[in-house]
C-alpha cells in the first residue's frame, strides 16, 4: 500500500488513513466481520474526500497546525501498532537488487545468531530440539578439528579441489568417488550430509539453517592468509540462503526466538521439538447459514483430546480460533475434513510445531502469556498430557501461527512516511 502526499496540506490525510488502515489491520487479522471491513473502506474513500475538501477550504493556518499535530500523533501510534504486530514489510523484501537481497540476508543471520545465543544463555529452560536429536546445532567445531586448528583449513583446501572437479567431471564412476571423499572430509570437519538433509523433517529451511551454523564456526577460525572468499566457502559447504523465501523464514524465526524468551520467563522445563512448517494460506471459514444454496455445509470442528501425539497436527485440516483456517499443503493436502468451504483469501501464514514439557502452572503461565501478545501468533492446536512418571509435569504439543503476509495490507515503514520529494518551481506535476 503506498502513500504520497504533495503539499504539506494534504499531510492532513495521513492521519485520517492511518487511524482507517489500523481498523482495516484488525478487523483483517483478528476478526471475521467482513461486512464491517467493507464498510470500513467504504469510509474510507468518503473521509478521504470530505478532508480533501475541507483543506482546500480551510483559511486559518492555525487549522492545518492542529491536523498536522495529530497526524504525528497518529504515525507514532501507528508505527508502534506495526512493530508489536510485526507485520512490517520492508522495501528489501521486493527489491530484486543485490543489496536489498543482502538485507534480508543480514536479517535471518541475526535471528539465527540470537537463536544460539539464547541457547548458551538460557538458564531455566533447556532448548533440547537444537541438539543432537532435533536440528543438531554445532555451537563448536569438532574436538579433533580443535586440537588442529590448521587441519580445518587443510579440508577446506581438499574439498574445495573435489567440489571444482565436481563441476566439471562427466565420468560417473569418477563423480560417485569424489562424491564419497568430499563427503568423508565434511563429516571430519563436523558435517554429515545425509543426516543434515534429513533435518527436512523439522521444515524446509533447517537444513540450511545447520549448514549456516557450521559456516559460522569456520569462518571464525579463518586465518587472513587464507584467499577463499566466505562466498567461495559457502559454495564449497553447500550453503544456499532461500531468497525467494526469506520474509516467511524470518516471521518464524522472530517467533521462534520471542517464544524462548517467553518460555525462560515463565521457566518451561525443556523446548523439545521445534517445527517450522511451511507456507499456509488463511482463508476465511464459510459459516452454514453462508453456506451457498447446492453446496454442503462446513462440518463442526472434531473435538481434541487430551494426549494425542504429533500425527494429530499432520492429519488435521486447522480451523482458527478467530474463524480462520490455515490450509496449504503441510496441512489441507491431507485434510481430513474435505467438505469444510473456505472462504475469501486474507494472506499467509508460516505456522510453527512447538512440543515442551514444564509444571502445570509454568505451562498454563506461558501459554496464557502467548495468547495475550499483540504480536500475530495465534494457537491454534493444542495437546496436553501429564507425563506418567513424573506427577505435576505436562507434555504440550501447540501449533503456533504465525501471520507472516496480510491480504491487501503491505505495511512497508520506510516508504509510507517516507518524504515527498520537492519539485523545482514550474515541474510538472505527478500522481502521488
Known sequence: MRFGFGNREKMVIGGILTILLIAGMHLTVFSNKAKQYEEIVREWGKSKQDYE????????????????????????????????????????????KPESIQKRREETIQHIEELIELKKAAQNVKLSFMDDK?????????????????????????????????????????????????????KEIGMDEVKIDGLKGYGP???????????????????????????????????????????????????????????????????????????????????????PEGQPAAPTPPV???????????????????????????????????????????????????????????????LYEVTHLPRTYELDSLSVSTIKEREGVEDVYAWINVIALVEGILVDLDTIWKEPEKKPVGAPPTGG
Open 53 to 96: 475538501d475541507l483543506v482546500q477550504k480551510a483559511k486559518n493556518p492555525k487549522i492545518i497546525e492542529n491536523f498536522q499535530a495529530k497526524n504525528k500523533k497518529y504515525q507514532e501510534e501507528f508505527k508502534t501498532i506495526v512493530k508489536e504486530l510485526n507485520i512490517d514489510f520492508p522495501g528489501h523484501y521486493l527489491d530484486p
Open 205 to 291: 529451511y533447517v537444513p540450511f539453517i545447520n549448514r549456516y551454523c557450521h559456516y559460522r564456526l569456520i569462518i571464525k577460525e579463518k586465518p587472513k592468509d587464507i584467499k577463499l572468499t566466505d562466498v567461495e566457502i559457502q559454495d564449497i559447504i553447500r550453503m544456499t540462503f532461500p531468497d525467494d523465501f526469506l520474509i516467511k523464514l524470518n516471521h518464524q524465526l522472530y517467533a521462534l526466538t520471542d517464544l524462548v524468551k517467553i518460555a525462560e520467563k515463565n521457566k518451561l522445563e525443556d523446548i523439545t521439538e521445534v517445527v517450522l512448517n511451511d507456507f499456509t494460506e488463511i482463508r476465511s471459514v464459510v459459516k452454514p447459514e453462508e453456506t
Open 134 to 186: 532435533g536440528w543438531n546445532i554445532p555451537l563448536e567445531l569438532p574436538e579433533d578439528i580443535r586440537k588442529r586448528p590448521e587441519r580445518l583449513w587443510d579440508i577446506i583446501s581438499q574439498i574445495n579441489g573435489i567440489n571444482s572437479i565436481l563441476k566439471v567431471i562427466d565420468n560417473p564412476q569418477v563423480r560417485v568417488q569424489k562424491l564419497v571423499q568430499y563427503g568423508e572430509l565434511l
Open 304 to 366: 481434541r483430546e487430551r494426549g494425542m501425539d504429533d500425527r494429530f497436527f499432520e492429519e488435521e485440516a486447522m480451523g482458527g480460533i478467530s474463524g480462520m483456517s490455515f490450509s496449504g499443503k503441510s496441512v489441507a493436502s491431507k485434510g481430513a475434513h474435505p467438505t469444510t468451504l473456505l472462504g475469501d483469501f486474507l494472506g499467509h501464514g508460516a505456522p510453527i510445531r512447538f512440543r515442551f514439557t514444564g509444571s502445570n502452572l509454568n505451562v498454563t503461565n506461558f
